[in-house]
């Protein structure tokens, strides 16, 4: 372990001399340059981990580097200033090995937040209930609004979650939901905190963290997800705003291969993500999406998500994340959605239950399934087959258009129409809680449940 | 592809599946050649092949014991020996429902560079040797990598290392019909305490899983032989309770629950430790989606040992000091131990021998 500590030394010190330094600019550059590595430094602090402080000192290189004297103005954090490394004794967990700078580094994982975080996990995956994700970006809710012909203001947009977040009995069917960063912050209109409408349901509130995909350059087409930087002071301000889970969704493509870098950048983003939130008191989500895209078979669905949660799970170790303090938010394992033949509830649940025996440990609390464009019915379906028989961990829900779309219909924008469409969301609801129990029966579906929502090329 | 699936899949699942049956657990009797030399010598028996097959005979033809064992690991030796009348011993482990298990790895080699680390060899020629112990009767097969606790230890290198050597291990025992046990033993041998080793034990077996998932093992078709998490030799002990928390929690949290049984090794523990440690576990209340059962070698055979003494007129007494291990762990797989098993001389006797060499 020493030796690659020194690596990480040699590493900084590399980037430190490959950048010229310049003259700075304007004094708000400055600022900047001294905020930053402030923030980092409060970082190490709070986090006290070895990998944390790896981390921050390549990142402290970038940003000082525009400027020498910036760097001299307080405490180099960089990997030539040895002192700050080889003397303190940072890792100081509690029940951890004591420590020289040469010795293996022995971390228990999680901090201060393991009890909660295990319990936040354990009341999410409670019996009969699951995830209603309400989570969609601005532009997102904006397309929702705009099937039902509504404009994408604020005022739509607190009106429908408003809606749903205040519908009566929603408690009894839902653990959790999740938000955007908007309506984490929001009000109804009785100027009632919306984070307070859920707690009072009993339903923990939870918060979308990450800043969207982009394209990974390198790749074969493919994206990664961004948001890891100032990713531990967002998630306490959430977390002090009442949020107590957190979820970063990323994807992965199958008929652009996957590649080995896309899928390796999917599993470690979702891992240090994982890492920061527990280390900020939220559970995270782990949600490696494997698009439905393609006309691939179910097998070759079960190789690839075999594959990614092999990979997400042995970064998440390496991460020292605690797994009793998470859960997983994959896709199902189906054929890709133009494949030739499609597969029933029971092939679906035996091919996905097969993947998570061969992939997820028992100590992961719950398993919420996405949708990804299944229709509302075929997703309840497919969530009834695989609680058949009793699974080591909890198997349920984290839907969003699942659970929505009726919803979305009944309400069209009147104010005269919420009622329906409240009830519209308790009875998806209510099916998806049968289902997670094993108990859902299609009888009485409407028809419009049974419509598929898979969108080609869909964009969060 | 996903996990390799082979023509012996379904026979590998089957297997796997059976050698985990609640009541029933593993007689390791794979000594090599040099290792039964010194278990013979403690008692002053001579190595030679009619000690060594004696002393496998009287295990194995102990009235009543095989019903409580599902596998027995053999030695290459042993495979290909007969009893006194003529009979070979594969045939007697078939008849009352035991799989004949074999050793197959050639023992371990330092990893230049490192702190006395190690790596295990065995690979080349593998498949072949497979094929014929599986023609031979053979099973399952045993695989022993070795890693230990240090200021510095495990290394990465070793970690990987180890874990890359059982994957190739696992794979090739797959495409010849054995079921591969994954033994990665993280010595005892140390100061450290219980909270070291489960940090150690997880990590090992996270990278052990992902090994073997990049080489598309079967997970269904293998079983995991690892220690249970304690503290080290030279630290205070814990109660069993403790230990079996401990170790099952890092089982939930590496272990997929694919993987149907766990054949813990007892390491230097006592008998008696080994066995209440094991029913601890299977007390425990916590999610165990896999059976826990054992793969014992000396704790199943010490007292044995020392009441037979090489002798003719004590096979008796050993048999039944024999019988009474094998019940005894066969109740703790069922969490019923109740302690003190037909305690004879050297059942509480610490096993553990500082640097073990096997």
Redesign the interface.
Known sequence: ??Q?KKRYLEKGQNRHLEKTPTPFGSSAHYLRLIIKPLHCLRTILETNSFLTLSVLSIHTHRSITKSSMASASFVKLNASSSPWIGQRSFNQRP???SR?P???V???RAGSYSDELVKTAKTIASPGRGILAIDESNATCGKRLASIGLDNTEANRQAYRQLLLTTPGLGQYISGSILFEETLFQSTTDGKKMVDCLREQNIVPGIKVDKGLVPLPGSNNESWCQGLDGLASRSAEYYNQGARFAKWRTVVSIPCGPSALAVKEAAWGLARYAAISQDNGLVPIVEPEILLDGDHSI?TT??VA??VW?EV??YL??NNVL??GILLKPSMVTPGADHKEKADPETIAKYTL?M????????VPGIMFLSGGQSEMEATLNLHAMNQSPN?WHVSFSYARALQNSVLKAWQGQPENVEAAQKALLTRAKANSLAQLGKYSAEGESEDAKKGMFVKGYTY | MSAYRGKYADELIANAAYIGTPGKGILAADESTGTIGKRLSSINVENVETNRRALRELLFCTPGALQYLSGVILFEETLYQKTAAGKPFVDVMKEAGVLPGIKVDKGTVELAGTNGETTTQGLDGLGQRCAQYYAAGARFAKWRAVLKIGPNEPSQLAINENANGLARYAIICQENGLVPIVEPEILVDGPHDINKCADVTERVLAACYKALNDHHVLLEGTLLKPNMVTPGSDAKKVAPEVVAEYTVRALQRTMPPAVPAVVFLSGGQSEEEATVNLNAMNQYQGKKPWSLSFSFGRALQQSTLKAWGGKEENVKKAQDAFLARCKANSEATLGKYKGGAGLSEGASESLHVKDYKY
């Open positions: 372990m020493f690659s029940g951890s090995s020289s040469a010795a293996r022995s971390v228990i097998d079960l190789e075999e594959r092999a799970f042995y170790a390496e797994f009793e097969t998570l025996k061969r992939r997820v440990p028992p100590a080591p």
